[in-house]
């Protein structure tokens, strides 16, 4: 396939489909996801405002960040993650919106943070994910993520 038809089939997918389909199989999971959903956003704008700067950790298809943005229209998202399929969902739902950003890294790999486009942040959010690692990679993980949240921030691990 050249890249003429590859940018043409890319450019007629339906990502919010995609988005939709991946949510539907998650919930499956989860019942009460939109719930935490709501939880951490409630606590978001509580304690960081109606404006904040905040850190998609494991971002998948940027479910989190969707829910972010629909609520508070003024906050920017960074989202994080290693599984090129997902990432791809996410930044073909995503496409032209200068509030969100997309950053591939392994959040085992220790410089991992050194890929992000900002030193903090005031909110990091994640669900659904880091239960995979075990002890000692997220208590890495947990330490790299305090240094990240500025202070007065919060993190979230739903």
Not at 1 to 18: C, E, L, R
Not at 69 to 88: M, N, Q, Y
Request: hydrophobic share 40%.
């Amino acid at each position: 396939m050249t890249d003429m038809n590859t940018s043409t089939a890319t450019a007629t997918v339906d990502w919010q489909a995609w988005q939709e389909s991946w949510d539907r199989q998650q919930e499956w999971y989860m019942p009460d996801r939109e719930e935490r959903f709501r939880v951490m956003l409630d606590m978001v704008e509580a304690v960081v405002g109606p404006s904040p700067r905040v850190l998609d950790l494991a971002c998948g298809t940027g479910t989190i960040t969707a829910r972010l943005l629909a609520r508070l229209p003024d906050a920017t998202s960074t989202g994080v993650d290693l599984d090129p399929a997902l990432l791809t969902i996410a930044e073909g739902t995503f496409a032209g919106d200068e509030r969100v950003s997309f950053v591939t890294a392994d959040l085992k790999d220790p410089d991992w943070p050194a890929e992000l486009p900002h030193d903090s942040y005031d909110a990091v959010l994640t669900a659904t994910a880091l239960h995979w690692l075990h002890s000692e990679p997220l208590a890495d993980l947990y330490g790299q993520v305090a240094r990240l949240v500025r202070p007065g921030g919060v993190f979230m691990n739903a």
